[in-house]
Structures are given as structure tokens and as C-alpha cells.
């Protein structure tokens, strides 16, 4: 009783001296939002060593650590008054609750790729709620399913899949620095999906806290929130502590190539082909092109020409993936020395161009291979581009020089699930998805507008061969060119115009969960799922 009485006298002046450390650290930071956060505190679970303002020392390592588009990164750019790299769940809980006490913007970051920065950039004074510290990863071999936090990468998911199985995987993406919570909560997707679908098809639970600061799992979070947050993102309707996801079989050899041509090199008629059959393959085969533009060999002008690389995954060994080739793709005329065998594991190493014989290991790195200053744009196609549109594509291309194109074919199962049946309603219908991607290393304002513009070109051009009424685009592709919500009374109709393009019909269901389960729509950015205008 006497150590209870004690730690009840002292409790007030440790919050005291707290609050006067990490406030005052930070004149931004709002002293009633610290405050709460503290007196809020488990003392099994304390959030100070989470809380990160300006003046401490390592505020500025943590807040660029998960920056992974150096255009967000510049001086101008506006900075978070604060930052809580929440280490348990309670501390997402006194964030929510205390930030919506007080009315103030809160972005959630789990991995930092969102292309626009939306994760971890404002118009308006703001928080990051980081949960790259909630990666815990759970496999169970026996039930074939694995509990992943947040704030885990998809690299991680990966390894811990194959530190219990050689014949498990998960169909994901093929970058290993993506954090989970964004990727799945969009949709996610990667090279298994045509024979398994988006991760979100694979997804059978989930543990989110809600605008009231409550943990739910499915059954107490109810069907049309867990459908909501499997595709429809879940920065919209709470902040996802973690999904149970299906672990789905791989051979123990699987088969992937890299084959590239330029145009000297028949690449026109191949891509051409591409269009017809990629997408009809065999559903254990998926095969990306990429195009970019590239010196002509040998050229001592710097003359350009165009560059298509076809990746590929196939669930299978080199021969049956050979006869497949044979039968539907002759045209590529892929011979047995192009096609490496290996396990699927090491082909996710493959996928991120990392060199033959590195070890699994690597897929635990959190330091991307590559970062740099990026625009990204997508478009869904449904009708082959005809040989002259491709060719005029293709010059565009040169002319632009630096923005790619890369098309993802979709068919086999992607083609067999409902557009309902996700938020995510890109499914049958379509032929390939296509993301335009521009990189550059200059710093500064007037590169962005520069490249931004380039890639804005090479998106109009490719007006005609896309997607209309409306013009489609992937989620998890961010792009703030189709339209910014700014949270006022215009929300909704704001919403509406990007959200149609991301979501088709399903957007008007996501609108009726978010004003269900968030009416006042605390859980906002840029791009969220606004409630109803009335």
C-alpha cells in the first residue's frame, strides 16, 4: 500500500518533468497533445521513449529513415511537429485518442513507399504515427497461415515464410523494403497473381484500432470494415496493427528468366505479341515487360533506342515452362539458357536484381537498393494497342527519354474474382496494368516540375489505349494528379473524383463504411475515403 500511495505522489511530478522535457523540446508541438499522450501512458508500456519532436537528437535519422522518395525530402519540405514510433499497441491507441481530442492530423507510416509521401508529408501542421518498431511476424506451418504486423516489410514476410517452408510463399510484391501495412491494405499485388490474386485475396484477418481507440479483429470489427481494409486502404478507417494472412504453396523449383531486346532486335513485334498472349499464359507463368530508352549500341551520336525487358516467374522447372513458351510465346523464341532454376525464395531475390548466389538474408534489409527523386502514374488497359499506336509509343518514349513504362498482365485468377469482392475492381476485363515510372537524382523544385511534366506527357499520350469513363488507376499507386482531397466541406465531392478512378462502384460502399465507422472523419489525408456530405 505504501509503494502504491508513493508511486501516486510521485506520479504527477514525473508527468510534470515529462511534459516539460518533450514539450518544451518543440515549441510546434501542441503542449496539450504531449500531455495527453503522457498522462495516457501504460506504466507496463511507457510512451516517452516513442515520442520524437525537432530538437532531439535523433529526430531527424528517424523521420528520414522511412523516406523513400527523396522528392518529399527537401528543405521546403514541411516537417511532422512530432513523431511516436509506437512500440506496442497501447500506444497507438493514446495516439488516436488523444490526437482526436485535440483535432489534429495524424499520418500513419508503416513503410514509407507511398509514392506521393501522403504517409509522411502535409499541407497542414501534422504527427507521424510510425509503426516500423510493430513487426512481429508470426508462421504457423500447420495451418498454413502467419499473423504480420504493420509495420513488418514485405522482405521479412518472405524470410520468416521460408525459415519454416520451402514449399510455402505469399503473393506479394517484389520489393522487399515495401512495409505491410500499406501495401496490403491497397490491395497488393505481385508476380503469383495470376495464379493466386491480390494479397488482399489471401487475407483472413485482421487487428485494427478505431477512431475510438478499440482493438478489433474481424468478428468485432464486422464484415464491412474488414472488407474496407482489405483493398480500400486502411488509412482511411483506422491504423492496421497487423493482418492474418494464407500462406499459399510454391514448388520447391521454380523457373525465371530476364530477356531483353531493343529495337534493332525485334523488340516492337515481340511487345506486340506480348499484348495477345501474356495475360492467356498459363496461370503459374507471369511475365512483366518493362520499356525504357537507352543508347543505341555503339552509337557515337547518343543516338536512343527503346528497350523491353520481359521478367518473368514461372511455378515450375525450365522444362515445362520451355513447352509453355513454345506452344503460346514462340515469338519471344526463349531458349533454356535464358531461364534460371531456383528456389522461390532466391526468386524473390531475383525480382530485386540482387546478384545470383546472395543469401535470404538480404530480404531482411530495411535500406532500399535505390532512392531517389520519382513521379508514378498507372493506367488499365483492355484492348491491344495496335501496331502503329505501339510504334508512335515508342517514339514518344525517345522523345522523352527518361519516363518508363512498365506493364503488369493480369488474367488467370486475377480474372476469376468478382469486382466486388475487394475494394480493389480491376479484375476481369483487363488486360495489363501499366505504371509509368520517372526517377531523377537532381534535388530541388525545378527537377520535380521538370520530370513530373515528362511523365504527365508520356500519361497523355497514352490517353487513346487506356481505360475510359472513368479512366482507371491503382491504389497503391498514389498519384495526386487525379485529384487532392482537402477535408472541407467539399470532401465528398472532392473524394469522388479520384476515388471513382481507384475504386469504380465499390467507392460508394467504402463512403457508407467510412461514415459508419469514422463520421468525423478523423482518419483523413490527401487521398482518403471521405464520408458523406450530409
Not at 466486388?420 to 480491376?426: E, I, M, Q, R, V
Amino acid at each position: 500500500m505504501a509503494i502504491r500511495r508513493l508511486s501516486q505522489l510521485l506520479l504527477p511530478i514525473l508527468l510534470v518533468l515529462s511534459v516539460s522535457c518533450i514539450a518544451s523540446a518543440s515549441s510546434s508541438a501542441p503542449d496539450n497533445f504531449v500531455s495527453c499522450l503522457l498522462s495516457h501512458s501504460l506504466p507496463s508500456h511507457p510512451i516517452g521513449p516513442a515520442i520524437y519532436t525537432p530538437n532531439n537528437a535523433s529526430y531527424s535519422s528517424v523521420l528520414e529513415s522511412y523516406i523513400r522518395n527523396l522528392r518529399f525530402n527537401e528543405s521546403y519540405t514541411r516537417k511532422p511537429y512530432l513523431i511516436i514510433t509506437a512500440l506496442h499497441v497501447s500506444h497507438v491507441q493514446q495516439a488516436i485518442l488523444c490526437a482526436h481530442k485535440h483535432n489534429l492530423q495524424m499520418k500513419i507510416r508503416s513503410g514509407g513507399h507511398d509514392y506521393e509521401g501522403v504517409s509522411y508529408v502535409a499541407e497542414v501542421p501534422f504527427f507521424i504515427l510510425d509503426l516500423f518498431n510493430l513487426r512481429t511476424i508470426n508462421v504457423d506451418i500447420k495451418t498454413e497461415t502467419a499473423w504480420v504486423q504493420a509495420g513488418a516489410t514485405l522482405g521479412e514476410v518472405y524470410y520468416r515464410i521460408y525459415e519454416k517452408s520451402k514449399v510455402h510463399g505469399f503473393p506479394a510484391g517484389v520489393c522487399p523494403t515495401v512495409g505491410v501495412g500499406g501495401h496490403f491494405s491497397g490491395g497488393g499485388y505481385g508476380n503469383m497473381m495470376r495464379k493466386y490474386g491480390l494479397s488482399v485475396d489471401n487475407i483472413v484477418d485482421a487487428q485494427i484500432v478505431d477512431v475510438h481507440g478499440r482493438l478489433l479483429d474481424r468478428k468485432s470489427m464486422g464484415e464491412d470494415l474488414f472488407w474496407a481494409i482489405t483493398g480500400g486502404g486502411g488509412a482511411s478507417f483506422g491504423v492496421v496493427i497487423a493482418y492474418k494472412i494464407n500462406l499459399v504453396p510454391v514448388p520447391e523449383t521454380v523457373t525465371v528468366f530476364r530477356f531483353i531486346r531493343t529495337l534493332e532486335q525485334n523488340a516492337t513485334d515481340i511487345v506486340y505479341r506480348w499484348q495477345y498472349v501474356a495475360h492467356k499464359l498459363d496461370n503459374d507463368l507471369f511475365i512483366r515487360l518493362t520499356m525504357d530508352v537507352v543508347n543505341v549500341t555503339g552509337s557515337q551520336t547518343g543516338e536512343k533506342t527503346l528497350r523491353a525487358t520481359f521478367n518473368a516467374l514461372f511455378l515450375g522447372d525450365s522444362a515445362r515452362l520451355l513447352s509453355v513458351m513454345n506452344k503460346s510465346f514462340p515469338e519471344m523464341g526463349l531458349k533454356q539458357s535464358d531461364c534460371q532454376e531456383m528456389s522461390w525464395v532466391e526468386s524473390t531475390l531475383f525480382w530485386t536484381s540482387f546478384p545470383n548466389g546472395t543469401a535470404p538474408e538480404a530480404l531482411l534489409s530495411r535500406v532500399p537498393q535505390v532512392l531517389t527523386h520519382l513521379k508514378r502514374k498507372s493506367d488499365y488497359v483492355k484492348q491491344p494497342i495496335p501496331k502503329a499506336g505501339l510504334k508512335w509509343i515508342i517514339q514518344k518514349m525517345i522523345e522523352l527519354q527518361t519516363p518508363m513504362l512498365t506493364f503488369n498482365p493480369y488474367g488467370g485468377r486475377m480474372a476469376e474474382i468478382a469486382a466486388s469482392a475487394k475494394p480493389f475492381p480491376h479484375r476481369a476485363g483487363n488486360l495489363w496494368k501499366v505504371q509509368y515510372a520517372t526517377n531523377w537524382n537532381a534535388s530541388g523544385s525545378e527537377a520535380a516540375e521538370k520530370y513530373i511534366d515528362l511523365t504527365r506527357k508520356l500519361f497523355k499520350y497514352m490517353t487513346p489505349f487506356v481505360s475510359k469513363n472513368p479512366r482507371e488507376a491503382f491504389f497503391n499507386y498514389k498519384d495526386l494528379d487525379i485529384g487532392i482531397n482537402h477535408n472541407d466541406k467539399g470532401s465528398y465531392f472532392e473524394g469522388r473524383v479520384y476515388g471513382v478512378k481507384y475504386f469504380k462502384e465499390n467507392f460508394d460502399k467504402l463512403v457508407l463504411i467510412k461514415t459508419k465507422v469514422d463520421p468525423g472523419n478523423f482518419f483523413r489525408n490527401e487521398q482518403s475515403i471521405p464520408t458523406l456530405p450530409y
